[in-house]
Antibody, heavy 117, light 107 residues
Framework: EVQVVESGGGLVQPGGSLRLSCAAS????????MGWVRQAPGKGLECVSA????????FYADSVKGRFTISRDNSKNTLYLQMNSLRAEDTAVYYC??????????WGQGTLVTVSS | EIVMTQSPATLSVSPGERATLSCRTS??????FAWYQQKPGQAPRLLIY???TRATGIPARFSGSGSGAEFTLTISSLQPEDFAVYYC?????????FGQGTKVEIK
């Protein structure tokens, strides 16, 4: 069974940093792209970053470019999102999702990131 | 960026009735198009990809149609578990973009 499980969310002050992790199982991790999709409270979905299976292709939304870094460790079946210079508008549930191969076919339950003083 | 416009914002339907949801894209995405369902407190779930192909485990009452820039999701006979928010998404271009959602509520 395909599973992706996020961790690392929490409360952080504006300007702070946080690293999210996503542990994957049930599929050959290095053959799939992965992405992070966020949902602000009461709002819709935004794809903030994505990475190919071999890390050779990476995408960032303009809203996070220069502040967020996506990476993956295929030996550990884990995806990461390093978030720096966090702002109040980054407050959201962050979902990890497998791209299979282009759309998001399996999602985690999400981890809440709250940016507030 | 491809802009996705869903209509209506809210759809009130009685159980057993048909629901028709629409999504328009600001430029052609061919069939690089998906629908997702999201229930309160849950992650989105893939329903349809390639504009009309049901994802694994999705009941036959869900059907997708369209290509280019106009797409439709039809739920033929609404079941109690189908009341949720539905999002469309294009995966033709980066950034991948979603519609703002259509909430299907009980009439």
């Amino acid at each position: 069974e395909v599973q992706v499980v996020e961790s690392g969310g929490g409360l952080v002050q504006p300007g702070g940093s946080l690293r999210l992790s996503c542990a994957a199982s049930g599929f050959t991790f290095n053959t799939y792209g992965m992405g992070w999709v966020r949902q602000a409270p009461g709002k819709g979905l935004e794809c903030v970053s994505a990475i190919s299976g071999g890390s050779d292709k990476i995408f960032y939304a303009d809203s996070v470019k220069g502040r967020f870094t996506i990476s993956r460790d295929n030996s550990k079946n884990t995806l990461y999102l390093q978030m720096n210079s966090l702002r109040a508008e980054d407050t959201a549930v962050y979902y990890c999702a497998r791209t299979g191969p282009l759309y998001f076919d399996n999602w985690g339950q999400g981890t809440l990131v709250t940016v507030s003083s | 960026e491809i802009v996705m416009t869903q209509s209506p914002a809210t759809l009130s339907v009685s159980p057993g009735e048909r629901a028709t949801l629409s999504c328009r894209t600001s430029q052609s995405v061919s069939s690089n198009f998906a629908w997702y369902q999201q229930k309160p407190g849950q992650a989105p779930r893939l329903l349809i990809y390639g504009a009309f192909t049901r994802a694994t485990g999705i009941p036959a009452r869900f059907s997708g149609s369209g290509s280019g820039a106009e797409f439709t999701l039809t739920i033929s006979s609404l079941q109690p578990e189908d009341f949720a928010v539905y999002y469309c998404q294009q995966y033709s271009n980066w950034p991948r973009t979603f519609g703002q959602g259509t909430k299907v509520e009980i009439k």
